[in-house]
Every structure is written in structure tokens, then in C-alpha cells.
């Protein structure tokens, strides 16, 4: 019964909100144009700590309050102000009854057009939705063309409707040698409304975190391969498909450098400015793919999202972290 109560604490207690402001690295200031994103005493504020790889923040409006999966617990949090945080939903990405590697969990997380939570799911391969008032997901899509996907990464919805997703291999048990494979490709995908799942891009290495710019005509990819780690712009073509793509921007030699983390999650502001968390952080870049400045939590950073006041949600790691910024999301 001891060694039963002692797990259960533990569980428990293996993450703490914090009740006593606490902050964490800097802002990396290399153009003046951040100035009038990010005021020059703003903070990196955490929020919460001890999780073991966060990621997917998605601020639900009507609450207000911010979810976020933690990949290898399964577990999906709530933080809300004054409230801390809270576990929100278990299992949040897989389902099944035996072990699944070490990131079997929900990724990204967004708030669709129907207020409804949209999961990209590691371990059950799939993007699901589910109602928050009730409960209850139901499958978006789970393959292409009969092969399951790899372990759906990150999810945008464009305001037609159509959900844009990446398929990197990183919640499978053994990554791209898993023997379950089933498609040859890390694909970005998109669901039309009429539920039929079309593979747009086939030949990124790693394709990770997407985001639109604010008037959907351009559709960011983020690629986390160490040797070419960049972040793609693809032109949005009336039909919904995507053109071949560019480099917006490179971010290999900062990797080399040493700096912590990859291209990975990224959110867009009204004013097309990318806060792209990759190496050494959050990447500010400018529409015209000008690096601002860096966020720079000095923890490897897994993705952002914005608040509905303007406030930069971090995962990072180990850590929730916010940042007051003068600007607000593009979907705001």
C-alpha cells in the first residue's frame, strides 16, 4: 500500500505550477524591428515545469485557458491564470493496452472552427477531433489511400474548413525503422471537407510544425533534419494544393553552432512576422524571412502559440513558459 501511495504521489507531483514568478533566459535582440514586437523589458515567464517533453499549446477562448500535450506522459494539460495547472485528458494519443515507444502521446493541438480540440496523435496515427463540453473524438483522417500514416505531427485548419497536417516518423517505436511503416513518404497532408485525405508534399526529410501567413496564400512548413534545417514557404494554389515550395528560411548553421533544438512548431502574426521555435528558441523572422531576433528559453523549444491578448505561449522542453509581445496572431 506504501509503494502504492508513493507512485500515486509521484504521478502526481511530476510537475509543478509555479505559484512565484519565475523567469528563464532572454531575449536575443539582432534587428530593431523586434522592438515593436517584443518590449524591451519583456520576460520569458514560466509557467510550469518538470513535464518531460511539452508541446502543442493551443489557447481555447471560450475558458480562457491553454492546453498542451506532454508527448511522452500521454497526457494532454490544462494551465488557466490563478488556477495552475491541471491534467486535462489521458490517454491523449494512444489508446492501445501494451507499451508504445517514448512518445506515444497527442503533438500538435489546435481549436477548429467548430470550437472543437483537433489532436495529431502519435501512438493511434491519426488527427482526431473532439468536443470539449462532452468529450468524445471521432477520427479525421488515419491514412492515405489505405496505409496508415507515420505518427501526425502538427495540425492548421485553413478558414474554408481544410485541415493542412505533417506525418514525420518521430512517435513510431523505433522512428523511420519501424517495422509497422506503412507509407513510404513523411508527407504534408491536407483533409478536405469532404473528409478525403490528399498528400501535397513527398520530399521533405522531417517535415514538423505549419502555419499560414494571414492572408493563407503562403503555407509554412518547418523541417527538423540537422543537416538542412529550414523552415519551407509554399505558394497556396486556388484548388488548395501547394506549389514546389522555396526555402524561406535556413537555420543549419545556427544548429551546427550549437545553439539547442530544430525547426520545429510555428504561429504567425497579423503582420506576417513567423515566431518559429528552432534553434536557440523562439526565431523571430520577418515576412521577407529576416532573422529579428531569438526567444531564447535556453532549453531546446518545441513549439508557440498566441493568446487572444497577445501573449506568447512557449513549450520548451521541461517547461510552459509565456512572453508578453506587441503583436497579435494571425488568427486573432
Given at each position: 500500500m506504501k509503494k502504492l501511495f508513493l507512485t500515486a504521489m509521484a504521478m502526481i507531483t511530476s510537475y509543478v505550477g509555479i505559484s512565484q514568478q519565475k523567469n528563464t533566459g532572454e531575449v536575443i535582440r539582432l534587428d530593431p524591428?523586434?522592438?515593436?514586437?517584443?518590449?524591451?523589458?519583456?520576460?520569458?515567464?514560466?509557467?510550469?515545469?518538470?513535464?518531460?517533453?511539452?508541446?502543442?499549446?493551443?489557447?481555447?477562448?471560450?475558458?480562457?485557458?491553454?492546453?498542451?500535450?506532454?508527448?511522452?506522459?500521454?497526457?494532454?494539460?490544462?494551465?488557466?491564470?490563478?488556477?495552475?495547472?491541471?491534467?486535462?485528458?489521458?490517454?491523449?494519443?494512444?489508446?492501445?493496452?501494451?507499451?508504445?515507444?517514448?512518445?506515444p502521446g497527442s503533438n500538435g493541438l489546435i481549436i477548429n472552427n467548430l470550437g472543437q480540440l483537433v489532436a495529431c496523435e502519435h501512438g493511434d496515427r491519426r488527427v482526431s477531433a473532439m468536443p470539449l463540453d462532452i468529450g468524445g473524438k471521432r477520427t479525421l483522417a488515419d491514412n492515405h489511400n489505405g496505409k496508415r500514416f507515420n505518427s501526425p505531427n502538427d495540425v492548421v485548419q485553413k478558414s474554408n474548413g481544410d485541415y493542412y497536417f505533417t506525418d514525420p516518423p518521430y512517435g513510431l517505436p523505433q522512428k523511420e525503422k519501424d517495422p509497422t511503416r506503412e507509407t513510404g513518404v513523411f508527407g504534408v497532408y491536407r483533409i478536405g471537407k469532404d473528409g478525403k485525405v490528399t498528400l501535397l508534399v513527398k520530399d521533405m526529410t522531417r517535415p514538423n510544425g505549419l502555419a499560414f501567413s494571414p492572408d493563407e496564400k503562403i503555407l509554412y512548413v518547418a523541417q527538423s533534419d540537422p543537416a538542412q534545417a529550414v523552415i519551407k514557404a509554399f505558394n497556396v494554389k486556388a484548388d488548395g494544393t501547394l506549389d514546389g515550395g522555396r526555402i524561406f528560411f535556413d537555420g543549419t548553421m545556427m544548429s551546427k553552432q550549437g545553439l539547442r533544438g530544430l525547426p520545429d512548431g510555428l504561429k504567425v502574426d497579423k503582420k506576417g512576422n513567423l515566431f518559429a521555435t528552432g534553434p536557440g528558441?523562439?526565431?523571430?523572422?520577418?515576412p521577407s524571412g529576416k532573422l529579428l531576433g531569438r526567444i531564447d528559453t535556453k532549453q531546446a523549444t518545441a513549439n508557440c502559440a498566441f493568446g487572444e491578448d497577445g501573449t506568447l505561449y512557449i513549450t520548451a522542453d521541461m517547461y510552459l513558459c509565456r512572453i508578453k509581445t506587441k503583436v497579435k496572431g494571425a488568427t486573432w
Open positions: 524591428a523586434i522592438d515593436e514586437l517584443i518590449d524591451k523589458d519583456a520576460k520569458i515567464e514560466v509557467l510550469g515545469e518538470g513535464f518531460e517533453w511539452s508541446e502543442g499549446p493551443v489557447w481555447v477562448k471560450k475558458g480562457g485557458y491553454l492546453l498542451f500535450s506532454d508527448v511522452p506522459k500521454n497526457t494532454i494539460y490544462k494551465w488557466k491564470e490563478g488556477e495552475g495547472i491541471s491534467e486535462f485528458l489521458k490517454p491523449s494519443g494512444y489508446t492501445g493496452i501494451m507499451p508504445y515507444g517514448n512518445e528558441g523562439v526565431l523571430v523572422i520577418s
